[in-house]
């Protein structure tokens, strides 16, 4: 089973609001079993458009493990602070598993 990633792009308004949050959601992030493997303020575009100004990257062991985080009771209240203090994308997606070979 493929590991699940959560990816959210934040473009800060109000900063001691995000500080809140970080608070907040943190003991659901271990509740949940997350690992942070990114949180980058300057992440270098190099093609396209990207939102925000700073980029998280969540992982899971599954992709139900990030969606049952993500609908958590204990994350459901921190949810408003983020809401309230950053225009977020969020986006759940699977880790790649290669094909097995001589299947």
């Given amino acids: 089973m493929p590991k699940g990633y959560v990816i959210l ?3 800060i308004k109000d900063p ?8 907040a ?10 690992s942070v493997l990114a949180a980058d ?4 575009l190099l ?4 939102h925000g100004d700073r980029t998280v990257v969540l992982e899971f062991e599954s992709v ?7 609908e958590s009771e204990a994350y459901e209240r921190a949810k408003p602070l983020r ?5 977020t994308n969020v986006v759940i997606i ?5 094909p097995s070979r001589g299947a």
């Fill in 64 to 70: 139900e493990a990030a969606r049952a985080w993500y």
């Fill in 41 to 44: 303020g300057r992440p270098q």
């Fill in 9 to 11: 792009t934040e473009s």
């Fill in 83 to 87: 809401q309230a203090a950053a225009d």
């Fill in 94 to 98: 699977a880790g790649f598993e290669p």
């Fill in 47 to 50: 093609e396209g458009d990207w």
């Fill in 16 to 23: 001691a609001g995000m500080d809140a949050y970080s608070r």
């Fill in 25 to 34: 959601a943190g003991p659901s992030m271990a509740q949940g079993g997350a």
